[in-house]
């Protein structure tokens, strides 16, 4: 199975912050790669997809980046509807596995 | 829109059978240009991809991959109630879980997009 790692368990920002968020594959996923955002009691919502492109209705403050093993989800002027928890999800193998997630939590 | 529904028992003995099911509204779960798939998500495994259910002139059910549920699981489709179903046989404690269905477009190669939210599953006797 291709094991997803997100570095950071956790970080701590404040409102209007850039925020990056890192996430690695244990082999080349080429663009197969997802992120998700959850808040506390909800379902993952569906925020990037192929590693860049943005899902219909999300900010544009929100972008992805990467190819590869090496990916980045950056939130630009973070908004008190940002703090949540983030995962990585890669589709290039099955079966699909997610990273444990980043929660970025207030400053 | 497209919305997903699950709906489940809440909570189950050990080593009994967890059935789940997903009704899907806005789609078909005969579509060709979807996959309809299970996840859970537990404070122990994270968020854990199951399997899913996709047709293209016939079926395909893949749920043989997680280790965890490796022979335990089965998933279907039901195109009388245009839903999916999740069985989950001798289940144990570490079966206690949020239950996701998903579609995802095309195979799933690209994430996926919409999300049911969720049902709880206990297993204790």
């Known amino acids: 199975d291709i094991q997803m790692t997100q570095s950071q368990s956790s970080l701590s920002a404040s409102v209007g912050d850039r925020v990056t968020i890192t996430c690695r594959a244990s082999?080349?996923?080429?663009?197969?790669l997802s992120w998700y955002q959850q808040k506390p009691g909800k379902a993952p919502k569906f925020l990037i997809y192929?590693?860049?492109t943005l899902q219909s209705g999300v900010p544009s403050r929100f972008s992805g980046s990467g190819y590869g093993t090496e990916f980045t989800l950056t939130i630009t002027s973070l908004q008190p509807d940002d703090f949540a928890t983030y995962f990585c999800?890669?589709?290039?193998?099955?079966?699909?596995?997610f990273g444990q997630g980043t929660k970025v939590e207030i400053k | 829109q497209v919305q997903l529904q699950e709906s489940g028992p809440g909570l189950v003995k050990p080593s009994q059978t967890l059935s789940l099911t997903c009704a899907i509204s806005?789609?078909?779960?005969?579509?060709?240009?979807?996959?309809w798939n299970w996840i859970r998500q537990s404070p122990s495994r994270g968020l854990e991809w199951l399997g899913r259910?996709?047709?293209?002139?016939?079926?395909?059910?893949?749920?043989d991959y997680a280790v965890s549920v490796k022979s335990r699981l089965t998933i279907t489709p039901d195109t009388s109630k245009n839903q999916l179903s999740l069985q989950l046989n001798s289940v144990t404690p570490e079966d206690t879980a949020i239950y996701y269905c998903?579609?995802?477009?095309?195979?799933?190669?690209?994430?996926?997009?919409?999300w049911g939210q969720g049902t709880t599953v206990s297993v204790s006797s």
């Open positions: 998903a579609r995802a477009p095309g195979y799933g190669d690209y994430g996926m997009d919409v």
């Open positions: 806005g789609d078909s779960v005969s579509s060709n240009s979807a996959a």
């Open positions: 259910t996709y047709y293209r002139s016939k079926w395909y059910n893949e749920y």
């Open positions: 082999q080349s996923i080429r663009n197969h």
């Open positions: 192929a590693a860049s």
């Open positions: 999800q890669q589709s290039y193998s099955p079966p699909w596995t």
